[in-house]
């Protein structure tokens, strides 16, 4: 079997920007391996585990995947406990990578990739489950997350896989996506079921990872829904006017990522759930948007919902991070900081306003804060000067919400952080630090950096360097231990 792709790019080693050095070749793993320190020292008080997810490997023989997410995942964990860390770098052994690797070839269709030969050979098998979005740790076990199908539970020391996770419940067929929230003791996560309707499946689990409340909601047709956000008692989901053609897919002429037409006059609809009962509250349509990522939300004083996230003008954004498989991009497609108000009985927009006219992403809060007012939204940015759609994100950043105050960490040329992630400072509760996976694309390596959080105009107070380079990722998590 032959995967199609037009995207394998010809174009000279030269000609291709820095960040593309990263991905061209898959990623290497590497065991337990104790971290040198490059600089500073680790804060004695951190201790916990940091992992991260993303896509390792775009590339079998002389063929190239479709598009970024197509990537087989490839979780980093690195341990730090009394001032010192060690790191793991493990692809995922889904049953589609362990097949794939025996064959040395593609044998899977995916998000930017159909399968030749008809369409008998895009029906059966299914998507490949390429576990390489997010990661969820609980209590035994840490949770590779994707969009379409179960998560993958590995070893939360050595990252060993061991297979499909159904939360106790599940069937085999059912999806757990890649941004699960947690709050007060409960975890909350959403699932696209498609069959002879299409299906927004709401779950509520305890820690432990069991799904302990489930329903259902009928969407109008099958759009593209990434995340979601917690705010207060309520659950919101912005559904982007996206109207998917499946039939194409099916019969191998199109990847699903193509699939996927811009109806700019269905407007976004916006639904609003119950968090206790997962039953529907409101529902509403407004402007078109389209959004990726949610910051936060929560239940201002005049009971209205406050949401933060990162606003798209249209779905341009599929076709960059298309590009970014290829090691070469050029569409432009700004997310940019948006606010939005909305009245939670009725889902009537009061306000939606931009907030940061910065080139944007990934944007984090304090865990403490899910759900809750807070001030302060650590992201990815753009460094200045920089040609953004020429780059992936080269620096991160606060912004201070309050007084609309960005501060950005920017790390010089050719440096290319990962999305942050948050730690907070127990023995300093309006602080903590930022730790972030940097791609140094001019001596071609890797390295973890900390910094105080509110301190990101400084130099980090500790880099360790990594063994190996470790490719952009997409999502991480800190587990305190």
Not at 29 to 51: D, H, N, Q, R, W
Not at 190 to 199: E, Y
Not at 285 to 296: G, L, V
Not at 455 to 461: G, K, Q, S, T, Y
Request: proline fraction near 6%; charged fraction near 20%.
């Amino acid at each position: 079997m032959v995967l199609k792709s037009d995207l394998a790019g010809s174009e000279p080693l030269s000609d291709r920007p820095k960040w593309s050095q990263a991905i061209l070749q898959p990623a290497k793993e590497f065991k337990l391996t104790p971290l040198p320190v490059i600089a500073g020292t680790i804060p004695p008080e951190l201790t916990g585990s940091l992992y991260r997810n993303g896509p390792g490997r775009l590339t079998r023989g002389d063929k190239r995947v479709g598009h970024w997410f197509d990537g087989d995942g490839a979780v980093l964990g690195v341990h730090i406990k009394e001032g010192k860390a060690t790191a793991v770098y493990r692809y995922v052994q889904t049953k589609e990578y362990q097949e794939e690797t025996a064959a040395q070839k593609f044998l899977y269709p995916n998000y930017g990739m159909t399968s030749a030969g008809g369409w008998w050979e895009n029906l059966k098998p299914a998507f490949k489950n390429v576990a390489n979005t997010s990661v969820l740790p609980l209590s035994d076990r840490l949770l590779a997350l994707w969009e379409g199908g179960l998560p993958h539970a590995l070893d939360l020391q050595t990252l060993e896989t061991y297979g499909k996770d159904n939360l106790a419940v599940l069937s085999h067929d059912r999806a757990f996506s890649a941004h699960p929230k947690v709050d007060s003791g409960e975890i909350f996560n959403f699932g696209i079921s498609i069959g002879s309707k299409i299906v927004l499946n709401l779950y509520k689990c305890n820690l432990q990872g069991q799904i302990t409340q489930q329903n259902t909601f009928a969407l109008r047709n099958l759009s593209l829904i990434h995340d979601f956000v917690i705010a207060g008692d309520y659950l919101v989901f912005f559904i982007p006017p996206i109207k998917a053609n499946l039939l194409p897919v099916m019969l191998g002429r199109k990847a699903f990522c193509d699939s996927m037409e811009w109806k700019p006059k269905l407007g976004t609809q916006i639904l609003i759930f119950d968090r206790h009962s997962l039953s529907l509250v409101s529902q509403g349509t407004t402007e078109a948007w389209f959004q990726w990522h949610y910051t936060n939300g929560y239940v201002a004083e005049d009971g209205n919902l406050i949401v933060e996230f990162v606003r798209y003008r249209d779905l341009q954004t599929n076709q960059y991070l298309k590009e970014v498989a290829t090691g070469k991009t050029t569409t432009s497609a700004k997310g940019t900081l948006w606010e939005i108000k909305i009245q939670p009985q009725t889902a009537k927009v009061i306000s939606n306003s931009q907030i940061l006219d910065r080139w944007c992403e990934f944007p984090v809060i304090d865990p403490s804060k899910v759900g809750k007012s807070w001030r302060y939204t650590y992201l990815s940015c753009h460094r200045e000067g920089v040609k953004e759609n020429q780059e992936i994100l080269t620096a991160i950043a606060r912004f201070d919400r309050q007084e609309n105050k960005l501060v950005v960490a920017d790390m010089g040329g050719n440096i290319y952080p990962s999305e942050p992630v948050y730690v907070p400072n127990a023995d300093q509760p309006t602080t903590g630090w930022l730790l972030t996976v940097v791609y140094d694309a001019n001596n071609h390596s890797s390295e973890v950096r900390i910094y105080n959080s509110d301190r990101l105009d400084a130099d980090p107070i500790c880099r360790l360097e990594l063994p190996e380079v470790i490719p952009p990722s997409f999502h991480g998590t800190w587990l305190n231990q």
